[in-house]
């Protein structure tokens, strides 16, 4: 699905509102530490693929002491705003974020122990192309630890999801599930597991349409106007259907490098 809006600073604040301060994607700080439970971060080296404006990868770099940090993402603005969150916050030295284009990652082989992702994926249409440079990049006895939102079958998308889509126009490349065990298997990955969170999006996309239409509509509608916030809660109600029908899902993944 082509690219028609970008995450400009209407979209980001919009979704910060809802999300809190440097997250593009649902969950905050608890949905990040969901994604890396039971994982020893200390001192490994850790890339966050797709880093927005960086909440997850400061969370990270605070909560779990890597010794290496970096955020990459296609947006450059985003980017721009993600290393100004870390020098607010006096992360600068210890996170670094940069922009990088679509494609092979600009990184050697082996760089990384861990590989976190919160929902960008969905962004990238090949997955089996991703699945072998998280591969690469990955360290022996590696890990890969991401969220993301997918198509809930391989069934040829519904006009619902291609209405949301066109709506939503932030190019996505919807997969199901199989698909991305598929391709993680394929690199050469083991023990692939995934954890279905569609439910607990699905409930939390309704509060949010609640909110967007109601008690956040003023403030909101102040910064970024009427027309703008009238799209957005149009593409949160196209959105909600297709959570509820389960044509859209969403869960967390995990694989390891042999």
């Not at 916050?89 to 990184?107: A, C, K, Q």
């Not at 993680?184 to 609640?210: I, K, M, N």
């Given at each position: 699905?082509?690219?028609?809006?970008?995450?400009?600073?209407?979209?980001?604040?919009?979704?910060?509102?809802?999300?809190?301060?440097?997250?593009?994607?649902?969950?905050?700080?608890?949905?990040?530490?969901?994604?890396?439970?039971?994982?020893?971060?200390?001192?490994?080296?850790?890339?966050?693929?797709?880093?927005?404006?960086?909440?997850?990868?400061?969370?990270?770099?605070?909560?779990?002491?890597?010794?290496?940090?970096?955020?990459?993402?296609?947006?450059?603005?985003v980017v721009e705003k993600a290393t100004a969150n870390a020098m607010?916050?006096?992360?600068?030295?210890?996170?670094?974020?940069?922009?990088?284009?679509?494609?092979?990652?600009?990184?050697?082989?082996?760089?990384?122990?861990?590989?976190?992702?919160?929902?960008?994926?969905?962004?990238?249409?090949?997955?089996?192309?991703?699945?072998?440079?998280l591969f690469r990049v990955l360290a022996p006895a590696g890990v890969?630890?991401?969220?993301?939102?997918?198509?809930?079958?391989?069934?040829?998308?519904?006009?619902?999801?291609?209405?949301?889509?066109?709506?939503?126009?932030?190019?996505?490349?919807?997969?199901?599930?199989?698909?991305?065990?598929?391709?993680?298997?394929?690199?050469?990955?083991?023990?692939?597991?995934?954890?279905?969170?569609?439910?607990?999006?699905?409930?939390?996309?309704?509060?949010?349409?609640?909110?967007?239409?109601?008690?956040?509509?003023?403030?909101?509608?102040?910064?970024?106007?009427?027309?703008?916030?009238?799209?957005?809660?149009?593409?949160?109600?196209?959105?909600?259907?297709?959570?509820?029908?389960?044509?859209?899902?969403?869960?967390?993944?995990?694989?390891?490098?042999?």
């Open positions: 699905m082509e690219q028609t809006q970008d995450y400009d600073d209407n979209l980001v604040m919009l979704l910060e509102v809802l999300w809190g301060d440097g997250y593009l994607s649902p969950g905050g700080d608890h949905e990040t530490a969901l994604i890396l439970d039971g994982l020893d971060l200390r001192g490994k080296r850790v890339l966050d693929l797709g880093c927005g404006t960086g909440g997850c990868a400061l969370f990270i770099a605070t909560e779990f002491e890597p010794d290496v940090l970096i955020g990459v993402d296609v947006e450059a603005g607010a916050v006096r992360l600068g030295d210890r996170v670094s974020f940069l922009h990088i284009e679509p494609g092979p990652l600009p990184f050697p082989d082996d760089r990384f122990d861990v590989v976190f992702s919160k929902d960008s994926i969905v962004h990238i249409a090949d997955k089996h192309a991703l699945a072998d440079e890969f630890a991401a969220s993301d939102w997918m198509s809930g079958s391989d069934a040829p998308p519904s006009p619902a999801l291609l209405h949301y889509q066109e709506l939503e126009g932030l190019g996505f490349g919807l997969a199901s599930p199989n698909v991305y065990f598929s391709a993680l298997r394929a690199a050469g990955f083991e023990q692939v597991s995934y954890l279905d969170r569609t439910a607990w999006l699905a409930a939390r996309s309704h509060v949010e349409l609640e909110d967007l239409d109601g008690r956040l509509r003023p403030a909101i509608e102040a910064r970024v106007g009427r027309e703008f916030l009238d799209h957005e809660v149009e593409v949160w109600q196209a959105l909600c259907a297709v959570f509820d029908t389960r044509e859209l899902g969403a869960g967390h993944w995990r694989a390891v490098k042999p």
